[in-house]
Protein backbone atom coordinates (compact mmCIF):
# COMPACT_ATOMS: atom_id res chain seq x y z
CA UNK A 1 0.00 0.00 0.00
CA UNK A 2 2.45 2.77 1.01
CA UNK A 3 4.97 1.60 -1.98
CA UNK A 4 1.27 2.04 -4.47
CA UNK A 5 0.40 5.38 -2.72
CA UNK A 6 3.93 6.84 -2.85
CA UNK A 7 3.76 5.81 -7.14
CA UNK A 8 0.45 7.57 -7.26
CA UNK A 9 0.61 10.14 -4.95
CA UNK A 10 0.77 13.52 -7.23
CA UNK A 11 4.78 14.76 -6.94
CA UNK A 12 4.82 16.69 -3.55
CA UNK A 13 1.99 16.46 -2.15
CA UNK A 14 3.45 13.91 0.33
CA UNK A 15 6.06 14.51 3.26
CA UNK A 16 6.71 11.18 4.98
CA UNK A 17 4.92 7.81 4.64
CA UNK A 18 5.63 5.81 7.58
CA UNK A 19 4.06 2.53 9.60
CA UNK A 20 4.33 -1.32 9.67
CA UNK A 21 2.25 -4.13 7.81
CA UNK A 22 -0.75 -2.60 7.55
CA UNK A 23 -0.92 0.32 9.92
CA UNK A 24 0.37 3.09 6.96
CA UNK A 25 0.18 6.80 7.89
CA UNK A 26 0.58 9.74 5.23
CA UNK A 27 2.33 12.89 6.23
CA UNK A 28 1.07 15.75 3.74
CA UNK A 29 2.65 19.05 2.35
CA UNK A 30 -0.59 21.16 1.84
CA UNK A 31 -4.36 19.42 2.06
CA UNK A 32 -5.39 19.29 5.89
CA UNK A 33 -5.75 15.55 7.10
CA UNK A 34 -9.58 16.23 7.18
CA UNK A 35 -9.56 17.28 3.95
CA UNK A 36 -8.39 14.11 2.47
CA UNK A 37 -10.40 11.96 4.70
CA UNK A 38 -13.44 13.42 3.57
CA UNK A 39 -12.23 13.02 -0.10
CA UNK A 40 -11.83 9.35 0.43
CA UNK A 41 -15.42 8.61 2.38
CA UNK A 42 -16.65 10.16 -1.01
CA UNK A 43 -14.43 7.77 -2.57
CA UNK A 44 -16.09 5.10 -0.99
CA UNK A 45 -12.56 4.41 1.20
CA UNK A 46 -12.34 4.41 4.95
CA UNK A 47 -9.26 6.34 6.67
CA UNK A 48 -8.90 8.29 9.73
CA UNK A 49 -6.87 11.25 10.51
CA UNK A 50 -3.69 10.65 13.27
CA UNK A 51 -3.46 14.68 13.52
CA UNK A 52 -3.49 17.65 11.02
CA UNK A 53 -1.77 16.49 8.54
CA UNK A 54 -1.75 12.66 8.48
CA UNK A 55 -4.05 10.22 7.20
CA UNK A 56 -4.08 7.29 8.91
CA UNK A 57 -5.13 3.94 7.24
CA UNK A 58 -5.98 0.82 8.66
CA UNK A 59 -7.39 -1.76 6.42
CA UNK A 60 -8.27 -5.24 7.31
CA UNK A 61 -5.94 -8.29 7.63
CA UNK A 62 -8.39 -9.89 4.44
CA UNK A 63 -7.42 -6.98 1.97
CA UNK A 64 -6.29 -8.36 -1.29
CA UNK A 65 -4.06 -6.67 -3.96
CA UNK A 66 -6.94 -5.23 -6.04
CA UNK A 67 -8.36 -3.50 -2.71
CA UNK A 68 -5.05 -2.41 -2.25
CA UNK A 69 -4.52 -0.67 -5.77
CA UNK A 70 -8.36 1.07 -5.45
CA UNK A 71 -7.30 2.24 -2.05
CA UNK A 72 -4.35 3.52 -3.02
CA UNK A 73 -5.76 5.06 -6.39
CA UNK A 74 -8.60 6.68 -4.21
CA UNK A 75 -5.33 8.34 -1.88
CA UNK A 76 -3.80 9.67 -4.85
CA UNK A 77 -6.95 11.47 -6.53
CA UNK A 78 -8.31 12.55 -2.78
CA UNK A 79 -5.29 14.38 -2.60
CA UNK A 80 -5.53 16.27 -5.85
CA UNK A 81 -8.82 16.98 -4.82
CA UNK A 82 -7.83 17.83 -1.42
CA UNK A 83 -5.08 19.75 -2.57
Excluded: N, W, Y
Amino acid sequence: LRDEVARLAPAGALAEIRGDGLLCGFRMHGPTAPAVVQALLARGVLASTAGPDVVRCTPPFTIGPDEIDEGAKALAAALEDAA
